[in-house]
């Protein structure tokens, strides 16, 4: 069973089904994590929505080069969560299933190419303290109690 996090659901509310793909991108001591700033400013893991007909690996390296300007190399599958959620960018509410990558930012391309984006570099613990999603949060957590720093120099 995937694990619920946030918002509880309202059963007066019709939710459309939202796949998503994030990562978690460790280099030496830190990890790379983004800052929403538009439609509500917002600290997230790299990643988004799975468009029509898209693989989603394709929508992780897509979106993580998107929001942080780095190519990145998929290590593996982490794990997934659900979340019940007003999406203002699209104005509806989804029910996304977000499935977690730990990735290895391999080759920094320059600044984000979403305008709304900054990229920041920060700890695991300070990512656990400012990512807004709690399933975002709940991942780093497992992600800081198993990690082999050496793997991610």
């Not at 800052?35 to 990643?47: A, D, M, N, R, T």
């Not at 799975?50 to 998107?66: D, M, T, V």
């Not at 290895?104 to 600044?111: C, D, E, F, I, S």
Request: charged content about 25%.
């Amino acid at each position: 069973m995937i694990p619920r996090f946030d918002e509880p659901v309202r059963h007066s509310i019709r939710y459309r089904e939202r796949s998503g793909v994030y990562a978690i991108l460790p280099l030496g001591k830190l990890v790379l994590i983004t800052h929403q700033q538009e439609p509500v400013p917002e600290y997230q893991l790299p990643g988004g929505g799975i468009s029509e007909g898209e693989f989603p690996l394709a929508a992780l390296f897509r979106e993580s080069l998107e929001e942080t300007g780095w190519k990145i190399e998929v290590v593996r599958r982490m794990g997934a969560y659900r979340r019940f959620v007003y999406i203002p960018e699209y104005e509806f509410w989804a029910r996304k299933t977000c499935t977690i990558y730990i990735a290895r930012p391999v080759m920094h391309k320059g600044p984000p190419t979403e305008s709304f984006h900054t990229a920041l570099w920060v700890t695991p613990e300070q990512a656990i303290e400012i990512l807004d999603a709690e399933g975002d949060r709940e991942m780093m957590r497992r992600f800081a109690r198993g990690i082999n720093w050496p793997d991610f120099q």
